[in-house]
Nanobody, 124 residues
Framework: QVQLVESGGGLVQAGGSLRLSCAASGRTFSSYNMGWFRQAPGKEREFVAAIRWSAGFTYYADSVKGRFTISRDNAKNTVYLQMDRLKPEDTVVYYC?????????????????WGQGTQVPVSS
């Protein structure tokens, strides 16, 4: 497993942009599928975006498609989530996750390692 630490959260106005980063420990980062999930108070955690370890295939939830972009830099052991045109409903805690296997990238079952989460408050 890898250790994950998210950063980049902070207050942003609706319509603005923010980039989250997730730094991973270990020398095998490039072999992991990486995902971003989010959770609002009182709600279940939901899938946001994912990027496969090979060929960099990306996947997005419909709610963020066209606004968010996931990318990875294997040389820096880091995955990013660029969030543009933010909405007040995007105000949740965002979690980074890492996993191996062939389960759907939108499923939490793919991911064995999780970060501690970072808050993204969006003001209207």
């Amino acid at each position: 497993q890898v250790q994950l630490v998210e950063s980049g959260g902070g207050l942003v106005q609706a319509g603005g942009s923010l980039r989250l980063s997730c730094a991973a420990s270990g020398r095998t980062f490039s072999s992991y599928n990486m995902g971003w999930f989010r959770q609002a108070p009182g709600k279940e955690r939901e899938f946001v975006a994912a990027i496969r370890w090979s060929a960099g295939f990306t996947y997005y939830a419909d709610s963020v498609k066209g606004r968010f972009t996931i990318s990875r830099d294997n040389a820096k052991n880091t995955v990013y989530l660029q969030m543009d045109r933010l909405k007040p409903e995007d105000t949740v805690v965002y979690y980074c996750a890492a996993g191996k296997g062939f389960v759907s990238p939108s499923s939490e079952r793919l991911y064995a390692s999780w970060g501690q989460g970072t808050q993204v408050p969006v003001s209207s």
